[in-house]
């Protein structure tokens, strides 16, 4: 009767064993880079820059999806106006340019969608107004995303602005602008490229008592 030969993996079913772990830790580690880099991130809130919708160390989801879409089209991914966003922080000593410094301090900033390139944006008298063809004579973009629970930008915002919006560009600001709370296009931030854009955030996760959809 011939002899069955055994293979390497029924000689040694440690190796196999092995291998199946390797692949398992390969497949994991490749998910979460493919998850991280296309669908979702989430970031750590740190500061008062946006309460009283988002409060120090929230944990917040940003949906990739879209601008992952955009990218793949060879788009810039355009943002909506009173969306949060996180955004890729730049020099502070300089403009915000698409060349990344990964030794940047506080690198990720998230704040809101105020107005787009084209568009004239005036804080005065602790009103923030935008100006454009459709509202020639300016709106609140605040009074759109304003909520009766407290969420949304408080109702003063600090400062003295009036500027035009540069072409591909945004203008941003956190929700707490009484007095210096929150870093922004009013103040030293300067307006964000396009490129610069990581996502909306669409969720808050943690506290776990306060979760809620964006």
Do not use: W
Request: glycine residues 8%; charged residues 25%; proline residues 6%.
């Amino acid at each position: 009767m011939e002899k069955r030969r055994l293979t390497i993996f029924q000689r040694h079913p440690l190796i196999k064993d092995v291998l199946s772990l390797v692949s398992f830790v390969l497949a994991v580690v490749v998910g979460t880079m493919i998850l991280n880099s296309f669908v979702f991130r989430s970031y750590n809130v740190i500061g008062v820059s946006m309460e009283d919708t988002l409060h120090n160390s929230d944990r917040v989801i940003v949906n990739r999806i879209p601008v992952s879409i955009a990218h793949f089209k060879g788009e810039e991914y355009v943002p909506e106006r009173g969306q949060v966003i996180v955004f890729v922080n730049g020099d502070a000593d300089g403009p915000l340019t698409c060349n990344v410094d990964s030794t940047v301090k506080d690198q990720y900033i998230i704040k809101r969608v105020i107005a787009f390139p084209g568009e004239r944006v005036v804080v005065k008298d602790g009103i923030l107004t935008v100006y454009n063809d459709e509202y020639p004579n300016g709106f609140y973009p605040d009074d759109a995303t304003r909520k009766s629970d407290g969420n949304g930008p408080k109702e003063i915002t600090s400062g003295e602005v009036d500027m035009i919006v540069p072409e591909g560009e945004i203008f941003v600001a956190g929700d707490n602008r009484e007095g210096t709370h929150s870093y922004d296009s009013r103040y030293g931030l300067g307006t964000v490229p396009y490129c610069r854009i990581i996502g909306p955030v669409i969720f808050r996760l943690f506290p776990f008592n306060q979760m809620k959809l964006f």
